[in-house]
């Protein structure tokens, strides 16, 4: 039978299905890199607030602790956030001729809460418990950075499943109290530790 093609366009067939398998490829890869980068989880990406609020001036410069605002981070699962009288106890005082404070007079008289933006927001079937990680002796700055020297807060770390995963991993060889909960689970013939176990961290 002849040949319905040229050797030479042959070649040329060949070499571009080459080239485009090469390209897919590199697609693909650039697709997967950027999906895994740092920016793609968010990190160092500041949030709109309802009103202006720096670490830097209030924890860094003031010295405020963290859990004058943050009332609930050593018992409960949520750290907590601060109400509009937590601000204004102060704000009636200081600075309050700034018209950046009206949203807290508004908050105070719906009943006090501000709706806060979060950049650490974790997906609905995770849950994370403050009062565990600080009974365990895990800074806040393990996790969130040096959030006093921060004028806007950011994330610094992924909170993706595998960063906190690397940690308990070590935890369990860790920590003691870590350890002790590990060996009751191995008492009982369960065999994986309790702080890797799915359950741990989603509901
Ligand atoms: C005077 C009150 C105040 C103090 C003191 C304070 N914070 Fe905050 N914190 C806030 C407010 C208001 C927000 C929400 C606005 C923002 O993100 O900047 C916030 C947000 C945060 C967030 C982000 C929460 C999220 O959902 O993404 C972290 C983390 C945090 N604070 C940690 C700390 C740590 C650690 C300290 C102590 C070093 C501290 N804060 C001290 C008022 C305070
Ligand atoms: C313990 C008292 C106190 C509390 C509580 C407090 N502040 Fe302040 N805040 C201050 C003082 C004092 C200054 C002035 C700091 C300076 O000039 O260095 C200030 C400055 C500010 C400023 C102007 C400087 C800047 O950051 O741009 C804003 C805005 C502000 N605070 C918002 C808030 C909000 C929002 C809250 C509640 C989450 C809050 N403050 C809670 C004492 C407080
Ligand atoms: C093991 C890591 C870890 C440690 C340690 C940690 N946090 Fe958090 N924090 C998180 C994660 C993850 C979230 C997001 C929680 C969510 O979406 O349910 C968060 C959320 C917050 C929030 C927003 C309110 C909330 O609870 O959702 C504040 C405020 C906060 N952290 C403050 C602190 C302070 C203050 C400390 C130290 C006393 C601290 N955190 C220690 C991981 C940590
Ligand atoms: C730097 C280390 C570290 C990181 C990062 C970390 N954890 Fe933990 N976590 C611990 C330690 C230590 C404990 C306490 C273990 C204990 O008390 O037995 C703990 C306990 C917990 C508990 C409570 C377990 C229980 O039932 O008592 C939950 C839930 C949890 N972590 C979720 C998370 C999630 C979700 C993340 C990521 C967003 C995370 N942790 C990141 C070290 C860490
Ligand atoms: C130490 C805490 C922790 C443990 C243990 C854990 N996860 Fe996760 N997991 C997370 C966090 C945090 C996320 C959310 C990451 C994000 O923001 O998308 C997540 C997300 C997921 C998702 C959603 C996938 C995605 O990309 O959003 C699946 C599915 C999942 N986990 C399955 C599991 C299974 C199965 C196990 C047990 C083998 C497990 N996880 C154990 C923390 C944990």
Known sequence: MQQLFSARADRRLRFGMLAGAIGLGALGLAAWTLARSDRAWGVGVAAPQPVPF???????????DCRYC???VERAASAGMPTAETC????RQVWSVSAQ??????ALSLGGSIAWSSVHRLPEHVRIHHGAHVAAGVACGTCHGVVEAMPRTVKIETMS???CLDCHRGAVAGSAAARAGHDAYTHFGIALPPLTRCSTCHR
């Open 54 to 64: 720096s670490h830097a001036v209030h924890a860094g410069g003031l010295g405020l």
């Open 70 to 72: 943050h009332a609930t």
């Open 101 to 106: 404070f009206a949203p807290l007079e508004t």
């Open 88 to 91: 204004l106890g102060c704000h």
């Open 161 to 163: 499943m595998g960063w």
